[in-house]
């Protein structure tokens, strides 16, 4: 596995989304109801942001506003990175570190295909070593 396709292919490419108009409270029901970290935030069918818990911890919690009456689009992340499907994995785990992102959407043209996590990148770069260790330790074996 090197590219974020191939890593869409094994993971699977559903990707959880919540309109930007949608209220903090909302979206962190179905976080909490899907148990992940992330929403891609959306404007009909177009990615506009992400909302993510970190947004949620400073931007309501720590300024004092409530999460029934907080619009997702005034807290979100709106300048969100992407990644492609034919970018390797390295590049993508280089970007989050870089840019100090823990999901990134993929897209494909102006399409939203997926999404990848911090965690997806470590353990295929795991399976990745994994797989070459193993091959090392059959070669000097034989």
Do not use: W
Not at 85 to 100: F, H, P, V
């Amino acid at each position: 596995m090197h590219t974020i396709g191939q890593l869409l292919q094994n993971k699977g490419s559903h990707v959880e989304t919540i309109d930007a108009d949608a209220t903090v409270f909302n979206a962190l029901a179905i976080m909490a109801d899907k148990e992940i970290g992330s929403l891609v935030v959306l404007q009909g069918e177009k990615p506009v942001g992400l909302f993510t818990e970190r947004d949620y911890a400073r931007n309501v919690i720590l300024k004092g506003r409530t999460s029934k009456q907080t619009k997702v689009e005034e807290i979100m992340t709106a300048r969100v990175v992407v990644v492609h499907l034919d970018q390797s994995i390295e590049e993508c785990m280089a970007i989050m570190t870089d840019k100090r992102v823990r999901h990134l959407p993929v897209m494909q043209g102006d399409r939203l295909v997926g999404i990848i996590s911090i965690g997806d990148l470590v353990k295929a770069i795991i399976e990745k070593q994994q797989f070459v260790i193993e091959q090392l330790v059959s070669y000097i074996n034989s």
